[in-house]
């Protein structure tokens, strides 16, 4: 294209300057920038929240009928970035372990440019080693606030495909056989089932649900078969029963013996409890097929991405999960689906009061939100 000298002369006059057009996405960088020093500092405020459960939940760890998750809000030049914890149940978490893991990295976060999250983890790590919700709240709340600083849903952050998607199963816990078939054909509008499995009547838990639909199942055994020739004998029955994935079957420390089911099973063998953090997918790698990346587990968006990264030059397909949680940690999760093979993303499903709006459920998937940061709103009514 050719044009003339005076248009030249004041186009690169421009090209010095930092012009933001109205309703533009394209966020103003200057050297030197400082993210707490040119807008002032940041503030984080915290919130426990009742959630209850549609369903009392029994996995072969125990049974709860509510939960406390703590919510988190990054506030800063205005905007508020919102995260939350949902700690794993009968884990040796609780709410009030979140609040006080929250003490201890809220500084950190405080202190913290949010524009180099890169390396953000290693500094919580340094804090907190272990596996904890309260990091992945200060995370989610941080990457809610960047969105919305930068005007663009998290998942462009990581130059994700928003159109793509798959079904997410539901979750049916356990119970008496009558109930089960009352929880199935609750759970009509989803297209694939999630079963926790007890290493008690697993054949009979999976025909009773049988008598009632026809939709695939998947199966979480929670680390509960223990002989890995049984292990291999009930995955051939399942496999002949419309059950497509088997999560966790044997206990981590049973490692070898997950191999050897792997290299024996007609279904897709998924690791949950194995693997946390991109640290811990390595060793593991060649006993499963694929891993269950959670953010509760992972500590937050930027480690799960990693997380996803790993899998995918170790061949290891990728299912996203969430613990039961409300609309904010699942549509933070829903941000990467765009990198899953398989969707477990049922938390806010099960739960009867969720406090916040988020991604939106259509036709058993989850649409990603075009809104700013991970997209969600807090309910006005009163809790
Ligand atoms: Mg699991």
């Known amino acids: 294209m050719r044009i003339s000298r005076k248009k030249f002369i004041a186009l690169a006059g421009l090209a010095g300057t930092s012009i ?40 072969s760890r125990g049974s709860t009928d509510f939960k406390e998750d703590v919510f988190v809000f990054y506030e ?43 390396n953000l983890t290693d500094k919580v790590n340094e804090e907190i080693e272990e596996i904890s919700p309260a990091k992945a709240a200060l995370d989610i709340a941080l990457f809610d606030w960047l969105g919305k600083k930068l005007n663009i849903p998290v998942h462009r952050l990581f130059g994700l495909d928003p159109d793509k998607y798959v079904d997410t199963s539901f979750s049916i816990g356990f119970d008496k056989p009558e109930i089960l078939k009352q929880k199935v054909q609750e759970a009509d509008p989803y297209k694939i089932l999630k079963v ?44 002949g029963n419309g059950v497509e994935i088997v999560e966790q079957p044997m206990p981590v420390s049973m490692i070898k013996e997950t191999k050897w089911l792997k290299e024996r099973s007609p279904l897709p063998i998924i690791a949950d409890e194995a693997v946390n953090t991109s640290k811990d997918i390595l060793p593991v790698a060649e006993a499963y097929d694929g891993i269950n990346i959670k953010l509760m587990k992972s500590g ?43 969707l477990d993303l ?33 309910m006005p009514v009163s809790r």
């Open 76 to 118: 800063k030049d205005g905007i508020t970035g919102i995260g939350e914890a949902s700690h794993m149940t009968g884990a040796g978490q609780n709410a009030y372990r979140t609040i006080e893991e929250l003490k201890r990295i809220i500084p950190v976060y405080l202190e913290a440019d949010p524009f180099k999250f890169y």
């Open 196 to 239: 926790k499995l007890t290493n008690r009547d697993d054949e009979e838990i999976i025909e009773t649900i049988r008598q009632v639909t026809d939709k695939p199942i998947r199966v979480d055994i929670n680390e509960g078969w223990i002989d890995k020739e049984e292990a291999i004998r009930k995955i051939e029955w399942l496999a």
């Open 20 to 59: 933001i057009l109205p309703g533009s996405n394209i966020y103003p960088y200057k050297k030197g920038f400082k993210g707490n020093d040119i807008n002032g500092k940041a503030s984080i405020t915290y919130r426990k929240i009742k959630l209850n459960l549609g369903h009392t939940w029994t996995i």
């Open 346 to 378: 049922d938390g806010s499903l099960l739960i009867s009061n969720d406090p916040f709006t988020g991604s939106r459920f259509h036709d058993g998937h989850w649409i990603m939100p075009e809104e700013p940061g991970i997209g969600v709103k807090e």
């Open 300 to 342: 937050g968006i930027m480690e799960a991405f990693r997380m996803a990264i790993i899998a995918g030059t170790l061949n290891l397909d990728i299912m996203i999960g969430c613990m039961i949680a409300s609309s904010v940690a699942i549509s933070a999760a829903v941000q990467l689906q765009p990198l899953a093979r398989w």
